[in-house]
């Protein structure tokens, strides 16, 4: 399977509107790849809150009908990352949009952990509550995003799941991009799968981004890793090694479930 990861720059002065078209060709520059990934947010940024409510969209606005189009046009399954979406009945959330290569929409995930403490998303966004998968030729995907990386028992959710390949466009920050590189490698150790974690570059809500958008193996091999400016990075792997590294080292197997709470001391 070839995927490309586009690492975009959002920084501020690039108007949404640009911004959506410039990605959109950046997306059918990518025909040759069986998937693509955006970033999480990257019309706004991700830090940029006073923008969330102002650019947010319902889940088939403008975002979608040029993300929709532009999968279609280059024929490749498509994580068109993440948008402030605006949910007529509700409070915005932070959305993911899949969509097939003829275009149409397959998933949509609601980020379930909010950054932020007692802000910005935090309290802007509402929580999902979904787990969600996609099913691609060769691989299952599991879909979750940025600050979703710090709790392992979401991934454990989407093993559970069928999920082989795990996704995590992010918006994540460079004071903390040791953290993203670890995590990375860690849930792909731990769940025996392979991630593909695309972040953003530039800076928005006056925080730099990390970049550093990195694939890492089932085994925790790193097979590609971006640097810090806007970047297309591309890789070709072999979804089947998922199954290998499970038959080989079945740790998973192993797992004990349903543990009883810590008695109390004597």
């Given amino acids: 399977m070839r995927a490309s990861l ?10 949404v509107e640009f911004r959506r078209r410039r990605v959109a060709a950046l997306v059918r ?3 040759d790849s069986d998937l ?3 970033p999480e947010l990257w019309t706004t940024g991700a830090f940029a809150y006073e923008e969330f409510g102002r650019e947010a969209e319902p889940l088939e606005g403008a975002t979608y009908e040029v993300m929709a189009k532009a999968a279609s046009e280059a024929g490749v399954w498509l994580h068109a ?10 409070p915005l959330y932070n959305t993911s949009l899949v969509f097939s290569p003829s275009g149409d929409l397959v998933a949509a995930y609601r980020k379930i952990h909010r950054f932020g403490f007692d802000k910005g998303e935090a309290v802007l966004m509402g929580a999902g509550q979904d787990l969600v998968t996609v099913r691609l030729p060769g691989t299952t995907l599991g879909v979750a995003t940025c600050y979703d990386l710090r709790f392992p028992e979401l991934f454990r959710g989407l093993v559970d799941a069928g999920a082989e390949t795990l996704v995590i466009p992010a918006g994540w920050p460079e004071r903390r991009r040791a953290h993203w590189t670890l995590l990375a490698k860690a849930r792909a150790v731990e769940n025996q799968a392979f991630v593909l974690a695309c972040g953003t570059s530039g800076t928005n809500g006056r925080v730099p981004q990390a970049g550093h958008s990195i694939v890492v193996d089932p085994w ?3 097979v590609a890793e971006a640097g810090a400016g806007e970047q297309v990075l591309t890789v070709e792997f ?10 080989q080292f079945p740790a998973l ?5 349903g543990l009883a709470p810590p008695r109390r001391g004597l």
């Avoid at 586009?6 to 108007?15: K, L, R």
């Avoid at 197997?253 to 479930?257: F, S, Y």
């Fill in 29 to 31: 520059d990518q025909a």
């Fill in 238 to 247: 072999d979804p089947g090694r998922v199954a290998t590294i499970r038959e």
């Fill in 220 to 222: 925790g091999d790193v």
């Fill in 36 to 38: 693509v990934v955006l």
């Fill in 6 to 15: 586009i690492q975009i720059a959002v920084d501020e002065g690039e108007s």
């Fill in 253 to 257: 197997k192993d797992r004990v479930l």
């Fill in 81 to 90: 990352g993440s948008i402030p979406e605006r949910d007529p009945d509700g």
